[in-house]
C-alpha cells in the first residue's frame, strides 16, 4: 500500500511523508522560518560582473546576492550582444544595473547565495514548459519505450508557442493530445503574465512563487500506483481537493481526510518513530553494523562500521555481508534525508575484487528508483566509494535545524580552563598593544569568569599593576558557552552606572525564535489553472492486457446482439431452408447413382472439362451479385409480399447449394482458385439475415464422413450445369 500523508495541523511546519508498505521512502518538511525559494521567479538587478568567474551578481531582493553564470544566460540577452575580444564574454552581455528575468535552480546554502538562471522552467502535472529555450525537449527516462514512441507523435501535433521547448514528465504518459494541450496553453498564458507583470514594476521583487509543499507535492507524486493521500487539516485538505479536481480529477477520489482529534496522523500510520531515525547520526543495521552520517561543506561523509556485525565464516565473508547490507540501507537514506552533493562512502575493506564489483552493482540497483540523478564511482583501494547526488532541494535537517550557535556549526567545544586562558592571552595582547588603555571589562559564561576569579586572581592582579589598568569580570547569564566579549575604554572617562548594570542582554530577532509568520507577496498569486483539465479518451495503445481481452469479448457480444432482436422473423424463413434442403437431398441422392455408374466415363473426362470449369467459375462470379440483391429484395418485401415467395424457390436454392463452400474452404483449392475465395466486405445488415440462415441450413445437410465420397456440391441453375467435387476422407460438406 503507498500512501501520502501530509501534516499541516501547525502552520508554522507543514511534514510530508510519502510510505510504502508501511516503510517511510521519503520525507520532506517546510517551516516558516525556511521557505522554500527554489523555481521562485525573481525581476533582479545586475549588481556586479566578474569576468574571472565568467559569471554576475545579482540582487533579487534577498540578503545574500544571487550567483549567475555565463552559460545560464538565455540566447535572447545575447542576441544584440557584440564580442569585445575574439569570443562573446558576460562582460558583452550584462551590464551593472541591467533588469532581467530570473529563476532560482539552488537554494542558499551555508555562505554560497543561490543560483540562478536566465532560463525558465514553468512546471506542470504532466510536462515542464521551457518558454525561452527552444532546445531543451525531453521526455522522462521512467517512460517505456512502447509509451516514448506514442509520446513523440503526439508531441509532434501540440501547438507550441514560438522559442519555447517542451519536457515531458513520468505523469504524461498515456495521456491524450487535449490534455496535453491544455497544459501547454495553461503555462503560455503564465509566461505572458509573469512578462507583463514584470514591465509594471522595476527590480528587485518576486514576480511568481512556486506553489507551496501541498501542492508540490500533488503534483510531482501523485500517480497511478498511489492508493490514498491522507491529509489531516481541513483548510489543507479542501485547496489540495480542489486543485486535484483541476488538474489530476481522475484521482480525485484519493484525497481523504483524517480527524486528529483522537491521534495524530503519522503516530495513527506508524510513521513518527520512522522520522525520528532521520535525524540520527547513526542508523543501526540487523547484523548489528552501524552507519554514520557526517554532512561537511565540501561533502557528505559516509562511515560504516562493523561494530556487533558476526555474519560469516570469516573475516572477508563478514566485511561483505556487512557491506551490501549498508549499501542497501545507504541507498534509502540518501533518498530519505534528501542529501544531495558530493558522498563518500568508507566500505569496510575487501581483498576480493569480485566482492568489490557486487558492492558497486548492489549500490547500483538500489538508487535505480531514486528521482535524482545519480553517479556511482568504483571502489578505490582504499575502500572508498565516490558517487554524486543530485541536490534536488535543500535537506532534511538543513530545512528543520540551523547551526549551532555555541561550536558554529564545528560539533566540539574547548573546556573551561582552555577558554579561561585564551581570555587572559587576548587580554595580555591588549595590554601591550596600546598604553591608553585604562579600563578592560570582560564578559562571559559563569562558569568561565568563576574560573578566572578563583584560579587565575593572581594572573589578573599582576597584569593590572603592570600596565596600571582596571579589570574588570562580568558573569553574563545569558551569554552561552564558550562566547566571551572584551570591552575597551580610553582615557579618565569614569561609568555612571554599576558593574553588574553593564551587563549586556541579547536582542533576539522574532523572526529567530518561530514566531513571524510574514510571506514574500508574489505579483501573480495563481495556484492552478482556471479552467478544468478535459475528459481523457482512452486510446487503444493505453489499455492493459485484460482490458483488451474484455473489449474482444465485448464487442462479440455486441455484435450479436441484433440478431437476436430478429429472432423471430427468422425463424420462419429457418423451417422453409430445411424443407428445401430436404428436397435437395433426395435430388442428390438420385443424381449420385446415375453418377457411379458413369464413374469412368468421368475420369476419362476430366481434361475435357478443366476449361469448362474455368468458365462455369467465371459465370458464377458474375452471378454473384445477384443473389445480393435478391436478398435485399426479400428482406424488404417479407411480409409485405408472402406470395413471391414461391417464385423465388429455385434462387434460393441456388444460395442454399452454393454456400458449403464457407463449410469445406479445403474442397475448393482442389477445384479452381476462383475469385469466390477472396475474403468478402462485410455485408450491410440485411445481408447477414439471409447469409446466417443459409449457414444454419447447411450445417444439417453434414454427412457421416467417408474414404472417398463424390458429391454434386454446386449446381449452376441458369445453364443446368454440375461440377464434381472429390473430397478426401474424414471432410465433410
Not at 487539516?233 to 481526510?257: M, Y
Not at 533576539?508 to 508574489?522: P, T, V
Request: glycine share 4%; with cysteine.
Amino acid at each position: 500500500m503507498n500512501h501520502i500523508l501530509i501534516n499541516a495541523t501547525h502552520s508554522e511546519e507543514i511534514r510530508v511523508a510519502i510510505v510504502r508498505n508501511k516503510k517511510l521512502t521519503s520525507l520532506n518538511i517546510e517551516t516558516s522560518l525556511n521557505q522554500k525559494n527554489k523555481g521562485n521567479i525573481y525581476k533582479g538587478k545586475i549588481s556586479r560582473v566578474e569576468k574571472s568567474l565568467e559569471a554576475a551578481f545579482v540582487d533579487y531582493g534577498k540578503e545574500r546576492q544571487g550567483f549567475l553564470p555565463f552559460k545560464e544566460v538565455a540566447e535572447a540577452l545575447k542576441e544584440n550582444a557584440k564580442a569585445s575580444g575574439e569570443k562573446l564574454t558576460i562582460s558583452d552581455v550584462l551590464k551593472e544595473g541591467q533588469e532581467i528575468i530570473v529563476q532560482v535552480e539552488k537554494e542558499e546554502r551555508g555562505n554560497k547565495g543561490a543560483a540562478l538562471s536566465t532560463y525558465i522552467n514553468l512546471a506542470g502535472a504532466y510536462m515542464i514548459l521551457t518558454p525561452n529555450n527552444a532546445k531543451s525537449n525531453g521526455i522522462s527516462r521512467q517512460i517505456t519505450p512502447s509509451d516514448r514512441q506514442s509520446l513523440k507523435e503526439i508531441i509532434g501535433k501540440i501547438t507550441m508557442p514560438e522559442n519555447s521547448g517542451l519536457i515531458i514528465r513520468t505523469a504524461g504518459a498515456g495521456k491524450a493530445l487535449e490534455e496535453l494541450q491544455w497544459e501547454v496553453d495553461y503555462l503560455s498564458e503564465l509566461w505572458s503574465s509573469i512578462n507583463t507583470a514584470a514591465e509594471k514594476r522595476s527590480a528587485p521583487f518576486l514576480i511568481y512563487q512556486e506553489s507551496d509543499i501541498v501542492i508540490r507535492t500533488l503534483r510531482d507524486y501523485l500517480r497511478e500506483d498511489t492508493d490514498s493521500v491522507i491529509i489531516d487539516d481541513l483548510a489543507t485538505f479542501q485547496n489540495a481537493k480542489e486543485f486535484v479536481s483541476f488538474v489530476l480529477p481522475h484521482h480525485l477520489d484519493r484525497i481523504k481526510q483524517f480527524d486528529a482529534s483522537e491521534n495524530s496522523l503519522f503516530n495513527h500510520m506508524g510513521v513518527e518513530s520512522q522520522i525520528k531515525s532521520v535525524f540520527e547520526r547513526e542508523v543501526s543495521l540487523r547484523t548489528g553494523a552501524t552507519i554514520v552520517f557526517d554532512p561537511t561543506e565540501a561533502l557528505t561523509a559516509i562511515d560504516i562500521n562493523s561494530a556487533r556485525a558476526t555474519k560469516g565464516f570469516d573475516i572477508e565473508e563478514t566485511a561483505y555481508n556487512t557491506n551490501l547490507e549498508a549499501a542497501k540501507e545507504i541507498a534509502a537514506q540518501l533518498q530519505l534525508r534528501d542529501i544531495g552533493g558530493l558522498v563518500v562512502i568508507d566500505f569496510i575493506d575487501m581483498i576480493s575484487e569480485e566482492h568489490k564489483k557486487s558492492i558497486e552493482k548492489a549500490m547500483e540497483k538500489a538508487t535505480s528508483s531514486d528521482r535524482a540523478r545519480i553517479q556511482i564511482g568504483t571502489i578505490s583501494r582504499f575502500g572508498l566509494l565516490e558517487m554524486s547526488r543530485q541536490r534536488l532541494m535543500s535537506s532534511v535537517t538543513e530545512s528543520v535545524e540551523k547551526t549551532c550557535p555555541a561550536c558554529e556549526g564545528r560539533g566540539t567545544t574547548p573546556t573551561v580552563p582552555s577558554l579561561a586562558l585564551s581570555i587572559l592571552r587576548q587580554l595580555e595582547d591588549g595590554c601591550n598593544a596600546s598604553n591608553k588603555t585604562q579600563k578592560l571589562t570582560i564578559q562571559s559564561s559563569v562558569d568561565v569568569i568563576t574560573y578566572l576569579l578563583n584560579e587565575k586572581r593572581a594572573d589578573i592582579s599582576r597584569l593590572e599593576n603592570k600596565h596600571e589598568i582596571k579589570i574588570t569580570l562580568l558573569p553574563n547569564p545569558y551569554m552561552q558557552f564558550p562566547n566571551f566579549n572584551i570591552n575597551k575604554q580610553k582615557g579618565d572617562k569614569k561609568s555612571r552606572h554599576k558593574s553588574y548594570q553593564g551587563i549586556s542582554k541579547p536582542q533576539q530577532n522574532i523572526a529567530e525564535n518561530g514566531l513571524s509568520s510574514a510571506k514574500e507577496a508574489a505579483a501573480i498569486d495563481t495556484n492552478h489553472p482556471t479552467t478544468r483539465v478535459p475528459n481523457q479518451k482512452k486510446s487503444k495503445s493505453s489499455l492493459s492486457f485484460w482490458e483488451k481481452i474484455k473489449s474482444i469479448f465485448g464487442s462479440n457480444k455486441k455484435k450479436n446482439k441484433p440478431n437476436k432482436q430478429h429472432n423471430n422473423k427468422n425463424n420462419r424463413n429457418r423451417n422453409k431452408n430445411r424443407n428445401k434442403s430436404n428436397r435437395n437431398r433426395s435430388q442428390n441422392k438420385t443424381q449420385n447413382e446415375q453418377r457411379n455408374k458413369q464413374n469412368n466415363k468421368a475420369q476419362n473426362n476430366k481434361q475435357q472439362n478443366k476449361p469448362q470449369n474455368q468458365n462455369k467459375t467465371q459465370g458464377k462470379s458474375q452471378n454473384q451479385a445477384k443473389p445480393q440483391n435478391k436478398s435485399q429484395e426479400k428482406s424488404k418485401n417479407e411480409n409485405s409480399k408472402p406470395q413471391n415467395q414461391s417464385q423465388r424457390k429455385p434462387q434460393e436454392q441456388t444460395k442454399s447449394q452454393t454456400k458449403p463452400d464457407n463449410l469445406a474452404p479445403k474442397a475448393q483449392k482442389q477445384v479452381n482458385k476462383s475469385p469466390q475465395e477472396k475474403p468478402t466486405s462485410k455485408p450491410k445488415p440485411e445481408e447477414q439475415k439471409v447469409t446466417k440462415m443459409e449457414t444454419q441450413d447447411n450445417k444439417q445437410m453434414k454427412t457421416k464422413p467417408t474414404n472417398k465420397v463424390v458429391k454434386k456440391a454446386k449446381t449452376d441453375v441458369a445453364n443446368k450445369t454440375e461440377v464434381k467435387l472429390e473430397i478426401d476422407g474424414n471432410k465433410a460438406e
